[in-house]
């Protein structure tokens, strides 16, 4: 059976808002390329990629807008963006683990996209790229959307002003003189083997500058939402973390709730309680480093861990760096 490139209809919506705004005849520009005309009342559903890339030219040319591509990833935000993952990204420790949430969940937006990270000395990439769509005309409308919210995750982290050092497109793309101005400093390079934005690998260990980015997912069960669960474990776990007592069926017992229902309520954010005990646990770890002089195996054996071998382990993979390398960093701010 042949593959049919989907995307989600929320990624049309910023297209169609600057249609709408100059006034052209956005209905009559979807229904030409065989979308809903009620495309704001679907956003959530799915839609063919090859009709909504044509629309999307289409558009541009007959309407004279230079860069639509550009302008519409301007109005992008995280709403955008499926509940789910907008709510493991909100819930990540570090931009290391948001990114491969990121990648992980990346075919949920687009049925054919797929993200990945490359490490580059000491950069590193976050690429993207839709399947089955190589040589196809009109890919830097899709690609700046896939590289913004690339973006708009790592400024969760590193702050709202954060640029990259780089961004890459796979189609060839000559960006105006307007979108360049708009990324001081940053190089927009085309022709490349994927989508892609660029960044330092230090920013990789950055800590979540909040974990509120949105409201709670819609739960129609009584009792604490998804979301409060997990505040909820992540401010009592570190009491027991050296107590030996962190098991999910003793926890579940300490909170006063059953164990199914424990697992229910964060399955239902994609979480599983093994992920909210590693963040309890890096949570601990990193801010003993950044905060006090304790050893190494006093912070290890602090956040639960008995071999500090294995917490260093752990750490690396939440952080990218060692538990000694970050609490160099975190000195040197």
């Not at 679907?42 to 909504?52: E, G, I, M, N, T």
């Not at 399947?131 to 830097?140: Q, V």
């Not at 105006?176 to 990789?204: D, E, K, M, Y």
Request: aromatic share 8%; with cysteine.
């Amino acid at each position: 059976m042949a593959e049919i490139p989907l995307t989600r209809g929320q990624f049309l919506l910023p297209f169609v808002s600057i249609l709408d705004d100059i006034g052209a005849p956005t209905e009559t520009l979807l229904e030409r390329s065989r979308l809903p005309s009620s495309l704001a009342e679907k956003s959530d559903l799915y839609l063919p990629l090859v009709p909504a890339l044509r629309f999307v030219e289409t558009a541009q040319r007959t309407q004279g807008i230079e860069d639509f591509g550009f302008l519409a990833a301007r109005r992008l935000q995280f709403s955008h963006m499926r509940e789910k993952t907008r709510a493991l990204i909100a819930h990540s420790p570090t931009l290391l683990v948001a990114l491969r949430h990121a990648c992980y969940w990346a075919s949920r937006e687009d049925t054919i996209l797929s993200m990945w990270i490359e490490h580059d000395a000491d950069h590193v990439r976050v690429c993207s790229r839709l399947a089955g769509t190589s040589g196809r005309l009109h890919l830097k409308y899709a690609q700046w959307i896939q590289n913004i919210f690339s973006v708009y995750i790592v400024r969760q982290f590193a702050g709202p002003d954060w640029m990259p050092t780089a961004i890459a497109f796979e189609s060839s793309y000559a960006p105006s003189p307007a979108t360049r101005s708009s990324w001081p400093n940053v190089r927009l390079l085309s022709g490349q083997h994927a989508a892609w934005i660029s960044l330092p690998i230090t920013l990789l260990s950055l800590s979540n500058r909040s974990a509120a980015l949105l409201a709670p997912p819609r739960d129609q069960e009584d009792g604490p939402s998804g979301y409060d669960i997990v505040d909820l474990l992540k401010l009592m776990l570190p009491a027991y973390l050296d107590e030996g007592t962190t098991a999910l069926a003793d926890v579940a017992e300490i909170a006063g709730v059953s164990t199914r229902t424990l697992q229910r309520k964060l399955a239902h954010l994609g979480l599983t309680y093994s992920d909210i005990l590693e963040m309890a646990r890096y949570e601990n770890a990193s801010r003993l480093l950044r905060d006090t002089d304790c050893k190494i195996i006093d912070v290890a054996f602090s956040s639960g861990y008995t071999d500090p071998a294995h917490f260093s382990r752990a750490f690396r993979r939440m952080t990218g760096t060692t538990p000694r390398h970050y609490r160099e960093q975190s000195r040197l701010g």
